[in-house]
């Protein structure tokens, strides 16, 4: 409970409150902040209402001009918000065709200022069956505190919170913010960033910060707000096993020698030992996280059926967040129905195996080949092909703008930040972590535990995004009162 115990220090100041205690060292007024947010919100969410309704999505398969107006509508509200230095930008995929349109808005920090990035993505992902909608999908629409519609919270407004922020903070503050601000809002992210790298390098100089911050992440639960300080990495490859050079007459050689499936299942087996925990040598593996969540909250979550044991050691959100997770997410071998009364000579599956923060991608990679190799059931053929890579991710929550974060997120929502983890990766943070080594990253959030992204019916509470507008507001104010140094 390392920063959460910061955090607490700072209340147990002589002054008793951190905030008038901060708010007078720092030379901003946090009460005047928290003001000029709530005055602006319902503003901010009119805004937001706006942006819901064009539908930009950045899937080849989709017109790609709702995407150029998103786009548009967004470079609009950051002029309104105070930016003279707005661009549209793209890079072109591999295959030649324009990569989604990036809003990019840059405000140079004074002297001795740091600079921050304040990155969110204006694409959405398409709506699915909009049968299961119970509202259109891209009219915004309130219902019991929160909005409901495609790109709500993933993450229209995660890029209203970063424009609300910055501009209670440039009313507040007027001249005495000195900040460098730069906000970079993309516009392929649900299609897989696939020009972020190379985005990345083109405009290396112009997107360079001392910190990011990625509001792409979410909430503890509702009432109750996060930093995400872990993300798992990723690997995957395929695994073939061969046994006979072709396919044989299962009655006429059957017995003596195992088919290709079965070894296959086998040597899948070892992969796992007999609680269900990884069972691949020389994996990084931890269990010291400070949150958990309930089984009955897992199962219910990942819709596990009654019956079903769960597998592996330690709390529910190690197994989620800090250890590996291997599972199965292709098979090659004959269909059932196409199924013919032979020995099958060779079999292959795809794995996919998350990492542990801290875990080095290519050691991993090297981990499971050598598992693989060495558990060749009956001495039978192993062909190990690597695939992707991704490396996992670690804020450094001793960083002085990781605990300006979780301070400014506790002041908003009134009860201590909760360091969280996600079991999945966000690709591109691992380009922002290669390109700019240096910098600290922060990954915040305005989804919470409903906000159902990616699915029908995606909303944001809205009592949750005015604290996440305040809690940036402060940690921006924050930042330029104190700096880095
Ligand atoms: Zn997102």
């Known amino acids: 409970m390392g920063d959460t115990g910061s955090v607490l220090a700072m209340t147990s100041t002589p002054a008793g409150n951190p905030q008038t205690a901060t708010a007078r060292a720092g030379n901003f007024d946090a009460e005047a902040l928290r003001q000029a947010v709530t005055e602006s919100f319902d503003a901010t969410v009119g805004q937001l209402k706006e942006l819901v309704a064009i539908p930009g999505i950045a899937w080849p398969s989709f017109d790609p001009a709702p995407l150029s107006a998103s786009a548009d509508a967004v470079a609009g ?22 990569g989604g349109p990036a809003v990019v808005a840059r405000r140079p920090a004074a002297e001795g200022k740091p600079t921050i990035l304040l990155y969110a993505h204006h694409d959405v992902q398409p709506t699915g069956d909009p049968a299961l909608w119970e509202t259109e999908p891209f009219t915004a629409v309130e219902r019991d505190g929160r909005l409901f519609g495609r790109g709500t919270a993933d993450d229209k407004a995660g890029i209203l919170a970063h424009i609300a922020a910055y501009s209670a903070v440039t009313r507040v503050l007027g001249d005495d913010l000195g900040l460098g601000v730069t906000f970079f809002f993309e516009g392929e992210e649900e299609a897989g960033s696939p020009t972020f790298r ?53 009655g006429m050689f059957g017995g003596p020698v195992l088919d290709a499936p079965t070894l296959l299942a086998r040597l899948i087996a070892t992969l796992h030992d007999a609680d269900g925990s990884v069972a691949i040598a020389g994996l990084l593996s931890r269990d010291d996280v400070s949150v958990d969540l309930t089984e009955a909250e897992y199962r219910a979550d990942a819709s596990v059926l009654d019956g079903v044991r769960l597998a592996g050691t330690g709390t529910i959100a190690s197994r989620l967040w800090t250890k590996p997770a291997l599972s199965i997410i292709g098979f090659d071998a004959p269909a059932v129905d196409a199924a013919a009364n032979t020995l099958l000579p060779r079999a292959r599956a795809k794995f996919s195996l998350r990492l542990a923060p801290g875990q080095d991608p290519a050691a991993a990679m090297d981990a499971v080949r050598k598992h693989v190799e060495a558990n060749a059931p009956f001495g039978a053929r192993v062909v190990f092909t690597p695939g992707e890579s991704g490396n996992p991710f670690r804020t450094d929550t001793a960083s002085k703008a990781a605990g300006f974060a979780l301070w400014a997120l506790g002041e908003a929502w009134g009860v201590p930040a909760v360091e969280m983890g996600i079991g999945g990766s966000i690709p591109f943070i691992a380009d922002l972590t290669e390109v700019y080594p240096e910098v600290q990253i922060l990954v915040t959030g305005v989804e919470d535990p409903d906000s159902r992204a990616h699915s029908a019916n995606e909303s944001l509470h809205l009592g949750d995004f005015r604290n996440a507008i305040i809690a940036e507001a402060l940690l921006l104010a924050r930042l330029n009162a104190e700096g880095l140094a």
């Open 77 to 98: 509200l950051v002029r309104a918000g105070g930016f003279d230095d707005v661009r549209i930008l793209r890079c072109d995929k591999e295959d030649g065709t324009p």
């Open 198 to 250: 190379s985005f990345l390098e083109t405009h290396r100089e112009l997107l360079r910060a001392d910190v990011i911050v990625v509001a792409d992440s979410s909430n503890w639960k509702v009432g109750v707000p996060a930093l995400t300080t872990s993300l798992r990495g990723l690997v995957d490859g395929t695994i073939e096993v061969q046994v006979l050079d072709h396919a044989v007459h299962s």
